[in-house]
């Protein structure tokens, strides 16, 4: 019994986390954070505008995020 609780509360854990981690990364791509970032021309990173290479870099993060929570918290 108290073996399945601590599963439960470890699982609990795991979900609070990484629904912080996946907050922090839609954050990115949102007002004001990605207003403010994403309006940067200059300078070029990886022969790309930034305002361009940002939006790529942190839609991909949370893409990463929602993928690596999906497996590490619903593979169960």
Same mark, same amino acid.
């Given at each position: 019994? @108290?073996? @399945?609780? +601590?599963?439960?509360?470890?699982? +609990?854990?795991?979900?609070?986390?990484?629904?912080?981690?996946? *907050?922090?990364?839609?954050? *990115?791509?949102?007002?004001?954070?990605?207003?403010?970032?994403?309006?940067?021309?200059?300078?070029?990173?990886?022969?790309?505008?930034?305002? *361009?290479?940002?939006?790529?870099?942190?839609?991909? *993060?949370?893409?990463?995020?929602?993928?690596?929570?999906?497996?590490?918290?619903?593979?169960?």
């Amino acid at each position: 019994m @108290q073996e @399945q609780k +601590k599963e439960l509360v470890s699982r +609990k854990k795991r979900s609070i986390v990484f629904t912080i981690i996946w *907050l922090v990364g839609f954050s *990115l791509v949102n007002y004001p954070i990605g207003a403010w970032a994403g309006q940067k021309i200059y300078p070029f990173v990886l022969g790309m505008p930034f305002s *361009l290479f940002y939006f790529w870099s942190a839609y991909s *993060l949370l893409i990463a995020i929602g993928i690596i929570m999906a497996w590490k918290l619903w593979r169960d």
